[in-house]
């Protein structure tokens, strides 16, 4: 498989296909909290959604990459190398 026009090893195929499959759910969670904003504005507990926070930094995961530059990968090379599906 190859993504952003660079094939993919053995080796670093869990780290690409676990930033595609974190891009692809970003993406369906961006879409369904579109019709959540109200809720959230009635947020009155302060309480804020700390996720992003608790995520490492790209290169920085247990499966982290030598050859590939997890920063490079967006949702659409994903799709086109055959790693996840819109």
């Known amino acids: 498989m190859t993504i952003?026009?660079?094939a993919v090893?053995?080796?670093d195929m869990?780290?690409?296909q676990e930033r595609c499959d974190a891009l692809s759910t970003a993406e369906s969670t961006e879409a369904l909290?579109?019709?959540n904003e109200t809720e959230e504005a009635n947020n009155v507990s302060g309480e804020t959604d700390t996720s992003e926070a608790d995520a490492p930094a790209v290169n920085e995961g247990a499966n982290?990459?030598?050859t590939i530059d997890l920063d490079t990968i967006d949702l659409q090379a994903c799709?086109?190398?055959g790693f996840v599906t819109q």
Do not use: Y
């Open 4 to 6: 952003n026009g660079v």
């Open 9 to 11: 090893s053995e080796a």
């Open 14 to 16: 869990p780290a690409v």
């Open 33 to 35: 909290s579109e019709g």
């Open 64 to 66: 982290a990459t030598t």
């Open 79 to 81: 799709v086109d190398g």
